[in-house]
């Protein structure tokens, strides 16, 4: 309950729905997380610990029962998830919104670095 609140978000993301039909209350209205500014070095390579599927026409990411969403734009960035390819690389080729998911992945668990 501590890392799905209830629920799983792809699940909802599947069925076409706004939250996961175990979820009694959106996440929202139980917490709200301050926003913070992740801070890393533009040199850190990061490394992928995940397995990648395709369901219903989308690209997800699966890491220890988590299932969290590709975008569209950060597919061409998976294969570099290997410790390939630095931040500042990541930035150069594939934007600040690449980048900015990949934070969110480490800070998940899902990357870590090389």
């Not at 996440?27 to 533009?42: G, I, K, N, Y």
């Amino acid at each position: 309950f501590s890392v799905c609140h209830g629920g799983c978000r792809a699940q909802a993301l599947l069925l076409g729905e706004v939250q996961d039909p175990l979820i009694q209350t959106p996440l929202s209205e139980r917490f709200t997380r301050p926003e913070s500014t992740l801070r890393l070095f533009a040199g850190l390579c990061p490394v992928g610990n995940f397995a990648v599927q395709q369901e219903q026409g989308m690209t997800l990411i699966v890491h220890k029962g988590q299932v969290v969403p590709v975008p569209e734009v950060c597919i061409p960035l998976l294969p570099h998830l290997q410790g390939d390819l630095s931040l500042r690389g990541i930035q150069q080729t594939y934007g600040d919104a690449a980048l900015q998911w990949v934070g969110m992945l480490y800070q998940q668990g899902i990357v870590d670095w090389a």
